[in-house]
């Protein structure tokens, strides 16, 4: 196994996604609830550093939604008022930094830890829109890696497409990893020269798509070597 | 696990009692490796307990994540040390900590087995923030729901418990 692929393996079995799943509009208020872990399947809440939830209405950058550590699902549960808007987009946006040495993995940065062999930043983030239009996904862009769909939700039979964006740019030819609940495993796929990845909407669902990307430019010499950028958006398909 | 925790109605409210589980190495363990979960990935320099309140999930986290463990305890002698005052039904209290234990500590954890009215802990909240502790996330084996101490004392502070009363 050469190196990348072996680094690439890791990361993944340490490694957690977070992703923001159902959404539930009642008395006024609108709840969603980030979870952490794989294929759509939580292990525990991820770290509260990590939970800086955010959000944005038809007027640009609204209140923090408040949170809550919650036991079903066991992740977080973020709720905030629902004042009428077309669309919201709620975003969790993450920044850590990782190491791995002798002993594993570790938070914390280069300088601290002896015999460091990898280490990296990340830009861990969770996306969902919240749209009273299935038609109309927004244009609300927050993310240094962003994800936009070309609809807020799908019907079984459409061809759901996805933009994939670094700092504003289409990333062309980017592997992005594409699950629905109702499959058993994850899907590969690669953005096209414009940027785009197109899944075929089979089962009903929630559509979940990852794009990853390292920027080996945003370093900082005695702290990480790259910068991991993550990003996870989670429609929805009827 | 829950079969050992016991819980007895008081009239208004439930009291939980844990010792089944602290009795059973098994479920002991099962719990601890669950609460050390709610911590693992958590950047902080220390955990703070309230002995009142039950150390027993504390101590075990301290140990194996090697992190510096403050207890706190009811002190009503001595005054030359970190102490807050709190009140309940059954008066004033005063909580205190060792003189020194907050040096150096910038981040810190509240873990404690049960979460009731939740006032020692709220009281522990504070005296933290009087030596400029912020306290990043409280971690609980059993949390009592009929007391919610999570939404009226502690609002604003990540509270995570392995139970609620209600579920058991």
């Known amino acids: 196994m050469d190196e990348e692929t072996e680094r690439s393996f890791s990361r993944m079995a340490y490694g957690h996604e977070m992703w923001i799943s159902d959404?539930?509009?009642?008395?006024?208020?609108?709840?969603?609830?980030?979870l952490y872990g794989h294929k759509l399947q939580p292990d525990k809440p991820m770290p509260t550093d990590y939970a800086n939830v955010l959000l944005?209405?038809?007027?640009?950058?609204?209140?923090?939604?408040?949170?809550?550590?919650?036991?079903?699902?066991?992740?977080?549960?973020?709720s905030f008022e629902d004042k009428g808007a077309k669309v919201y987009t709620l975003y969790i946006d993450s920044n850590s930094v990782w190491i791995t040495?002798?002993?594993?993995?570790?938070?914390?940065?280069?300088?601290?830890?002896?015999?460091?062999?990898?280490?990296?930043?990340?830009?861990?983030?969770?996306?969902?829109?919240?749209?009273?239009?299935?038609?109309?996904?927004?244009?609300?862009?927050?993310a240094t890696l962003e994800i936009m769909p070309d609809r807020a939700s799908y019907k079984v039979g459409d061809t759901a497409s996805?933009?994939?964006l670094y700092e504003g740019r289409p990333m062309p030819n980017l592997k992005v990893v594409v699950y629905n609940s109702a499959?058993?495993?994850?899907?590969?796929?690669?953005?096209?020269?414009?940027?785009?990845v197109k899944v075929p909407v089979d089962?009903?669902?929630?559509?979940?798509?990852?794009?990853?990307?390292?920027?080996?430019?945003?370093?900082?010499?005695?702290?990480?070597?790259?910068?991991?950028?993550?990003?996870?958006l989670v429609v929805d398909a009827e | 696990m829950q079969e050992l925790i016991r819980i007895t109605d008081k009239g208004n409210h439930k009291a939980v009692d844990i010792k089944g589980v602290i009795e059973d190495e098994e479920a002991f363990a099962e719990a601890a490796e669950y609460i050390y979960n709610m911590f693992e990935r958590e950047v902080f320099d220390a955990i703070i307990c309230v002995a009142e309140a039950g150390s027993y999930f504390a101590d075990s986290v301290s140990q194996r994540m090697k992190k510096k463990l403050i207890c706190l305890w009811e002190n009503k002698e001595q005054k030359e040390q970190p102490v807050i005052?709190?009140?309940?039904?059954?008066?004033?209290?005063i909580l205190a900590a060792a003189p020194g234990s907050f040096d150096g500590v910038k981040k810190a954890v509240i873990i404690t087995d049960v979460l009731s009215h939740?006032?020692?802990?709220?009281?522990?909240?504070?005296?933290?923030?009087?030596?400029n502790v912020e306290i990043v996330k409280i971690g609980v084996f059993v949390e009592n729901s009929d007391f919610d101490a999570r939404h009226k004392l502690l609002k604003g502070i990540p509270v995570e418990c392995m139970f609620f009363t209600e579920d058991l």
């Open chain 1, 23 to 34: 959404v539930v509009r009642k008395e006024g208020t609108i709840e969603a609830f980030g």
């Open chain 1, 56 to 78: 944005y209405d038809d007027n640009g950058r609204a209140p923090n939604p408040e949170r809550e550590i919650i036991n079903k699902p066991r992740g977080w549960r973020f």
């Open chain 1, 101 to 142: 040495n002798d002993e594993g993995w570790h938070r914390g940065v280069k300088r601290d830890y002896q015999n460091v062999k990898y280490s990296s930043a990340y830009n861990m983030v969770a996306k969902r829109i919240i749209s009273l239009d299935p038609a109309d996904p927004g244009n609300v862009m927050h």
């Open chain 1, 162 to 164: 996805f933009r994939v």
């Open chain 1, 183 to 196: 499959w058993q495993d994850l899907q590969f796929s690669k953005t096209d020269a414009e940027g785009v």
């Open chain 1, 203 to 232: 089962q009903k669902g929630s559509i979940v798509v990852i794009a990853k990307y390292n920027d080996e430019t945003k370093a900082v010499s005695d702290e990480f070597d790259e910068t991991g950028f993550s990003t996870t």
């Open chain 2, 85 to 93: 005052t709190y009140r309940t039904h059954h008066g004033e209290h």
């Open chain 2, 118 to 131: 939740g006032k020692d802990i709220e009281a522990a909240v504070k005296l933290a923030m009087t030596q």
